[in-house]
């Protein structure tokens, strides 16, 4: 009897490559999915489920389906993506050095100058003191965000 | 870390009209204690992510450091934050 193609091995290692690359191009983008990776786990979760069944029928029913050899193939695969997962989601982001206490919350911010994208110098006092575009008043605060950089 | 001519295009791209400052040695960064040496690509230093709001006279009244590069202060925690300077 010819044997069968067992998709679910195919399917669980699609899915689980899928668990780990749809991080940074999907889920990355929204904080309810980005902060705690659960939409990637059930991804690898669902993948793993497949490729259990798909491996039990490879070793197990044998004759009616193929994939003694590519089955763990594929599976130690999905295994080494959801490590390297774990990897960078539970440790690797988490090397950042000790947190400065040198700004504390009452503390003035020390001013600076930087250059904005037209190559223009900015200043922080100017930040603070000059009124928006259609405003009469200096704003009432200024927020400061520091990105890592090199996007 | 990136020069004004990076951060225009990546500006253009995605559509921010904010001001969008350049602080490409570091020095802005080093002075707010934010360094992260060595740990962008080919071994440079970055930034660590940090918020900082600042009242009209630029006293610090919230700032926020993360221990997960990942996790950053979200959009509305800020504007919560923004509304208690009034």
């Known amino acids: ?151 | 870390m990136d020069t004004p001519e990076t951060t225009r295009e990546l500006c253009a791209k995605a559509g921010y009209t904010y001001t969008f400052l350049s602080d490409p040695n570091a020095e802005v960064i080093r002075r707010y204690d934010i360094l992260h040496r060595g740990a962008g690509p080919n071994g440079h230093d970055i930034a660590r992510p940090a918020e900082y709001l600042l009242d009209a006279s630029g006293t610090i009244r919230w700032l926020n450091l993360t221990e997960d590069y990942r996790v950053r202060a979200r959009p509305e925690q800020i504007i919560e934050q923004a509304k208690a300077l009034r």
């Open chain 1, 1 to 151: 009897m010819k044997r069968r193609w067992n998709w679910h091995l195919y399917a669980g290692f699609l899915l689980c490559l899928a668990g780990f690359g749809s991080y940074p191009f999907v889920f990355a983008e929204y904080p309810v999915t980005r902060d705690v990776p659960w939409a990637n786990f059930l991804l690898f979760a669902v993948g793993g489920i497949l490729l259990v069944i798909g491996l039990q029928r490879a070793f197990g029913q044998a004759q009616q389906y193929r994939g003694k050899i590519f089955g763990p193939i594929l599976g130690a695969l999905s295994l080494l993506a959801l490590g390297f997962f774990c990897y960078i989601v539970f440790y690797m982001t988490k090397q950042l050095p000790p947190p400065s206490t040198a700004l504390q919350v009452g503390q003035k911010a020390p001013e600076f100058v930087l250059t904005d994208t037209n190559n223009n110098p900015v200043a922080l006092s100017s930040l603070l003191s000059a009124p928006l575009p259609g405003m009469q008043t200096a704003p009432k605060g200024v927020l400061l965000v520091f990105y890592r950089g090199y996007w």
